[in-house]
């Protein structure tokens, strides 16, 4: 199996990690902790299955259209299917993405051991699975357990700097007829969605 399940690609975007990047959110993830942010990319669908290297070619399509170089993959379980990962990975690096920010549902120390790759391909990666009942309200993380690695040692400022900021940053998405959410939320921030969701259907009768 070679192909990874895309549910979003999303620039500019700059609510999940630092500066401005282009997103990627990876379907499939069988953990399915509640209160996730992203239940509809729990399973796959046939039509967002892609190549790695077609999906590479997408992002720096988009990369390239909006002067960004950096990418934030989240999902879904991104290393769910690790090794096509690491192909798109590999591939983004080689062509100027050099600062790739990762998330995974998995820890840090077991996703090392299977894949000692990952410091190569990317720069940090924020570990383990959501958690409702350890709220955090630290702009990297949406529970306490999880952890941030900085791999790329040249990026240790801007990502300590970051993941330090006190004032989280969420972005709305308007995907037909309903809102999503980038980024990690504050409280409220769910409220505030659904008042401009019914906004919107007011705006459409
Ligand atoms: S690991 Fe992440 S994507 Fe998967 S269910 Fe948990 S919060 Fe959602």
């Known amino acids: 199996m070679s192909d990874l399940y895309v549910g979003l690609i999303?620039?500019?975007?700059?609510?999940?990690?630092?500066?401005?990047?282009?997103?990627?959110?990876?379907?499939?993830?069988?953990?399915?902790?509640?209160?996730?942010?992203?239940?509809?990319f729990f399973d796959v669908k046939p039509e967002q299955k892609i190549d790695p290297l077609e999906l590479?070619?997408?992002?720096?399509?988009?990369?390239?259209?909006?002067?960004?170089?950096?990418?934030?993959?989240?999902?879904?379980?991104?290393?769910?299917?690790?090794?096509?990962?690491?192909?798109?990975?590999?591939?983004?690096?080689?062509?100027?993405?050099r600062d790739v920010l990762a998330y995974t549902g998995f820890e840090a120390a077991g996703l090392l051991a299977e894949f000692p790759w990952v410091p190569e391909l990317v720069s940090a990666l924020v570990d383990g699975p959501f958690d409702l009942n350890e709220p955090s309200q630290e702009i990297f993380r949406g529970s306490r357990g999880q952890k941030l690695f900085i791999f790329d040692p040249s990026l240790d400022p801007m990502y300590s700097g970051w993941s330090k900021q006190t004032k989280r940053q969420a972005q709305f998405?308007?995907?037909?007829?309903?809102?999503?959410?980038?980024?990690?939320?504050?409280?409220?921030?769910?409220?505030?969605?659904?008042?401009?969701?019914?906004?919107?259907?007011?705006?459409?009768?």
């Open 10 to 40: 999303h620039a500019p975007l700059y609510a999940l990690g630092p500066g401005t990047r282009v997103g990627l959110w990876l379907a499939g993830c069988r953990r399915r902790c509640p209160g996730c942010l992203s239940p509809d």
């Open 56 to 97: 590479a070619g997408q992002i720096l399509f988009l990369a390239k259209k909006m002067g960004l170089k950096a990418l934030t993959v989240s999902g879904g379980e991104p290393f769910e299917r690790a090794e096509n990962l690491g192909i798109l990975l590999e591939k983004l690096r080689g062509e100027g993405i």
């Open 173 to 205: 998405l308007l995907e037909r007829g309903r809102i999503r959410i980038l980024g990690v939320p504050a409280i409220g921030d769910y409220e505030k969605a659904f008042a401009a969701a019914d906004e919107a259907n007011d705006l459409s009768v």
